[in-house]
């Protein structure tokens, strides 16, 4: 499940359209996170611990270069709490 949302988090980073994004979502992502449940089909010894590694792996490998994006977009945004007063109380 992290693998498939992080996949989904990468492709939307990466994608030029909405349209284009939804639909490598739908395909790759699926196909993505079908990667760490390899070990459970073939029933190989330590499968957990296999699935675990390749879903942290994957995850890891596709959220890492969608931190320097969210940062900057971050940077951009203004605080929404502060423009609108959303903390305060009436």
Avoid: E, H, R
Avoid at 2 to 22: L, N, Y
Avoid at 53 to 81: E, H, N, R, V, W
């Amino acid at each position: 499940m992290v693998a498939s949302s992080s996949t989904g988090v990468f492709i939307g980073i990466a994608a030029p359209s909405v349209v284009a994004g939804v639909i490598l979502v739908v395909y790759g992502g699926n196909q993505i996170s079908a990667l760490p449940m390899v070990p459970t089909i073939l029933n190989t010894s330590n499968a957990a611990f296999f699935t675990v590694t390749m879903g942290a792996a994957i995850t890891s490998i596709t959220l890492g270069p969608c931190y320097a994006p969210f940062q900057q977009k971050a940077a951009l945004t203004p605080d929404l709490a502060q423009d609108f007063n959303l903390w305060k109380i009436y």
